[in-house]
């Protein structure tokens, strides 16, 4: 299986001080390597995971760490999309940032799931056919 990996689970596995592998997201993420699914990113998740760390060392690490798992593209019509999803979502009471519907709309765009931690992902799931995965696996 293919899924997007969302930043709220990439900094439990790799911003943490100490990863808490007992946190059922953890869990949920190592399953996915694990099985060897692919796991992909979006730019907009990478540049969340590299903002704000602190030492010059830790960014070169995440970089490469991060540096084997493919970006998806992203174009016009993605940007279109997620525009329509924010609109219908906003008009059922849904509010996320813009960032959470572009992620929502690339991840429906290729028709993969998204393992995250974020609540809002959810909410969006209910007007869209976004597929949120469980976090147990």
């Known amino acids: 299986m293919n899924l997007v990996v969302d930043t709220s689970v990439w900094s439990l596995v790799l911003r943490r001080p100490r990863v808490d592998e007992g946190n059922v997201f953890v869990q949920a993420f190592r399953f ?15 540049q969340e995971l590299l903002d704000g760390v602190k030492t010059l060392e830790n960014f070169h690490r995440l970089i490469k760490l991060l540096e084997s798992f493919p970006l998806l593209v992203l174009n016009r019509e993605t940007y279109i999309e997620a525009a329509q ?3 219908a979502c906003r008009s059922n009471g849904v509010q996320a940032s813009p960032l959470d519907f572009l992620i929502a709309a690339v991840c429906i765009s290729h028709g993969f799931p998204i393992l995250t931690a974020d609540r809002d992902f959810s909410n969006i799931a209910k007007y869209s056919e976004l597929i949120v995965l469980p976090a147990v696996s």
């Open 85 to 87: 999803l924010r609109n």
């Open 32 to 46: 996915h390597i694990n099985q060897e699914d692919g796991v992909f990113l979006i730019g907009n998740i990478l």
